[in-house]
């Protein structure tokens, strides 16, 4: 796997939010590059379910968009501690997701295992604190 | 109004992608210290709608979860082009949106509509660049 980790800190990890005011979260953008998995509604579903589970989160609702046979699909997750989304373009392989999660949530356990789902060759990750000013 | 604007260019305008590869997408993200409507499901809803529109994206559909009376409300609108959606937290006056919107779709002419409506006192603007190696 190739990587251009954006943010990231020493050990590319995120800094977790203990120390700082709330409402202050995470949000962690995913480039997947050769991924697979992008033209399937249930696997797309059920990584979305896993994603936020691994990170603590809990999923209110999911919402799928799919364009059609073999086409690109819309999905989010709407978790309490905030979302999870993706889009997918299965005719370059590609997807595009996110993770904003508040208060202790882990966004990278989510990271993990969306890497181990779709199984990506080149991967970009970058990153936005959210609710505070810098 | 105070402005953190994070990646702006000269004109804290956005790159257009017309000469980009697709599939790319300005990814935008809000802070909105200090701002009105936070608890409003049909204002914040209208509001998606209108920052949709003005940016020349195709709304599929719109799903709100308000956590209860005078609470924070979560939503989405998924849009053809991707997404926008809004987290807030009405204890704090605070609001953190994101706009996703691929092709030609004008993300900063949304972000004008938003903050049109919500009135905040401070705003923070941050953006990554989704679909290349950068």
Redesign the interface.
């Known amino acids: 796997v190739t990587y251009?980790v954006?943010f990231p800190n020493a050990n590319n990890r995120f800094t977790t939010l203990e120390n700082i005011a709330?409402?202050s979260?995470n949000?962690v953008?995913l480039?997947f590059w050769e991924a697979e998995g992008l033209t399937d509604a249930n696997f797309i579903e059920q990584a979305l379910c896993n994603a936020a589970e691994a990170c603590g989160a809990t999923v209110?609702?999911i919402?799928l968009?799919v364009f059609g046979e073999n086409s690109g699909i819309?999905?989010?997750a709407?978790?309490a501690e905030?979302?999870i989304?993706i889009?997918t373009?299965p005719e370059?392989a590609?997807a595009?997701l996110?993770v904003?999660v508040?208060g202790k949530c882990q966004a990278e356990q989510a990271i993990e295992v969306l890497q181990a789902l779709f199984k990506p060759a080149?991967v970009?990750i970058?990153r936005?604190m959210?609710?505070v000013?810098e």
Chains 1, 2 share one sequence.
Do not use: M, Q
């Open positions: 251009y954006i709330y409402p979260g949000h953008f480039d209110l609702e919402k968009h819309t999905g989010v709407l978790l905030s979302h989304t889009h373009w370059f590609y595009a996110d904003f508040c080149t970009k970058n936005v959210r609710g000013h």
